[in-house]
C-alpha cells in the first residue's frame, strides 16, 4: 500500500514505511524495510519533489523477491506519485 501526500515545498521528496509485526520478526522486518528503502533511492527520480510518500509493507512482503518488490515499488509510485 502507498499514501503520497503533495507537499507545498520544493524539496527532496521523502519516504516512510510501515512494517508491521504481521510482516515477520524484527530480522525478517528490517530486511524488508531495507529493500524498500533501495528501491524508493532507485525511483526518486519518478516522485514529484516535495512529495511525502509512506509505503505500508504487507505480509507477503516477507516472502516476496527483489524482483517482485520493486515490481510493486515501482507500480505503485508510477500511480501515486508520479512526477
Avoid: H, W
Amino acid at each position: 500500500m502507498t499514501y503520497v501526500n503533495r507537499a507545498v515545498t520544493d524539496g527532496p521528496a521523502r519516504f516512510g514505511f510501515i512494517v508491521s509485526k504481521q510482516v515477520g520478526g524484527a530480522v525478517v522486518r528490517n530486511t524488508v524495510r531495507r529493500r524498500l528503502k533501495a528501491l524508493c533511492f532507485e525511483s526518486l527520480e519518478a516522485v514529484a519533489p516535495g512529495s511525502d510518500v509512506v509505503i505500508r509493507a504487507l505480509p507477503s512482503a516477507a516472502s516476496a523477491s527483489f524482483a517482485d518488490l520493486r515490481t510493486d515499488v515501482e507500480k505503485c509510485l508510477a500511480r501515486r506519485a508520479a512526477a
